[in-house]
């Protein structure tokens, strides 16, 4: 892995300790690089009524194209567990849409995985 993505991965590991996960417990964190070199992060939100919680991935996504961004070269995703895990479906559609082309790191304390949201998301829906 670039040393570019492991800074990137390290943000999103800072990011992972704002989260707001009092019923999952999962702490996740998200940073995601635009075109122009800035970064954004985010952490996942939850809520009393469950579906309305919000992953670290869109809330990150969602930060940076708040901020009129909309072009992506890279994606990272820390979780604080034992347990790795790579993006929701839900949030590999969000990805796609902006960057089909994007690279998608994630990690947990001992594992990281470098992928693509292609192959995360073979025969994407776009229109
Ligand atoms: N979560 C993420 O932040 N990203 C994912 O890609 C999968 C799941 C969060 C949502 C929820 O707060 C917790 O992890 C358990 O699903």
Not at 17 to 44: E, F, I, M, R, W
Not at 80 to 91: E, L, T, V, W, Y
């Amino acid at each position: 892995m670039t040393k570019d993505l492991n800074n990137l991965l390290e943000v999103a590991r800072e990011a992972a300790k704002q989260a707001y996960a009092p019923y999952s417990g999962y702490h996740v964190g998200s940073a995601v690089k635009c075109t122009d070199g800035s970064v954004y992060s985010a952490c996942n939100v939850e809520n009393a009524s469950y579906s309305l919680s919000i992953c670290a991935e869109r809330a990150a996504i969602f930060k940076a194209l708040s901020e009129g961004k909309r072009d992506f070269t890279a994606i990272a995703i820390y979780v604080d567990s034992d347990k790795i895990f790579p993006p929701c479906g839900a949030c590999r559609q969000v990805i796609y849409e902006f960057s089909p082309k994007i690279t998608v790191v994630y990690a947990n304390h001992d594992e990281t995985i470098e992928t693509t949201i292609a192959e995360l998301l073979p025969g994407a829906f776009g229109l």
